[in-house]
């Protein structure tokens, strides 16, 4: 089942615009992770952001994380028409103390940039 | 180096054959992981080898599903006596440890259509 939500579902932007996609998830994290998917075939991981960490930075990509409200964004600054993809968050949880990697996956947020 | 590479990319079979999903991890990964792509359940984990540990299956939505790894290397993931709700893109993805830290690298996906 998917633990995480995201909205919006899809996104339509220009270029040069910023795209913000939003991610919640129910239970405990060890860590988020977001991903890109091209045309529904492989995942490319792009960034993680750990539980005690509460923004993080790759480039034009920006990533904050909520524990408390159990929530995550992915802001993606100065948008391109090679930024047309989907995008998933993840998140790993801790398993009785052991470090786990199993990802529980999000709905996805189609973004589409317009040239 | 080489990524995940999985084969075949697209299979097509008539319900209620069996199929066999083949997948390379990145040489020297001890972790892989089996997910599906379906448009109605999003991505979904289906199981999880971590060196030579037993795999966690906990994902495998029937006993119609099943996975080896041999040598700790190559992986397949068989499925018996296909049904039409197993339409979906089979992904797999390998990390160097498997902890929940790691990089999972994901292949291009075998998408299954079961007619």
């Known amino acids: 089942s998917q633990q995480g939500e995201e909205d919006p579902q899809a996104l339509s932007i220009q270029e040069g615009e910023n795209a913000t996609m939003n991610c919640s998830y129910k239970?405990?994290?060890?860590?988020l992770q977001w991903y890109r998917q091209n045309s529904g075939r492989g995942l490319v991981h792009l960034i993680l952001i750990r539980s005690n960490e509460r923004e993080k930075h790759s480039g034009r990509l920006r990533v904050t994380l909520d524990t408390s409200k159990k929530s995550s964004s992915l802001l993606i600054t100065a948008s391109r028409a090679a930024d047309t993809a989907s995008y998933f968050c993840a998140t790993a949880r801790w398993r009785g103390g052991t470090s786990y990697g199993k990802l529980t996956f999000g709905q996805g947020t189609i973004l589409t940039v317009h040239p | 180096g080489a990524g995940v590479s999985q084969s075949p990319s697209n299979k097509v079979t008539e319900k209620g054959k069996d199929v066999e999903l083949r997948c390379d991890p990145i040489s020297g990964h001890t972790a892989l992981y089996w997910y599906r792509q379906s448009l109605g359940q999003g991505l979904e984990f289906l199981i999880y080898?971590?060196?030579?540990?037993?795999?966690?299956k906990s994902g495998l939505p029937s006993d119609r599903f099943s996975a080896e790894r041999t040598g700790g290397s190559v992986s397949t993931l068989t499925i018996q006596r296909t049904q039409q709700e197993d339409s979906a893109v089979y992904l797999c993805?390998?990390?160097?440890?498997?902890?929940?830290?790691?990089?999972?690298?994901f292949g291009p996906g075998t998408r299954l259509t079961v007619l």
């Open positions: 080898f971590q060196g030579n540990s037993a795999p966690d």
């Open positions: 239970t405990s994290i060890n860590n």
């Open positions: 993805a390998s990390s160097p440890a498997g902890r929940d830290t790691d990089t999972q690298y």
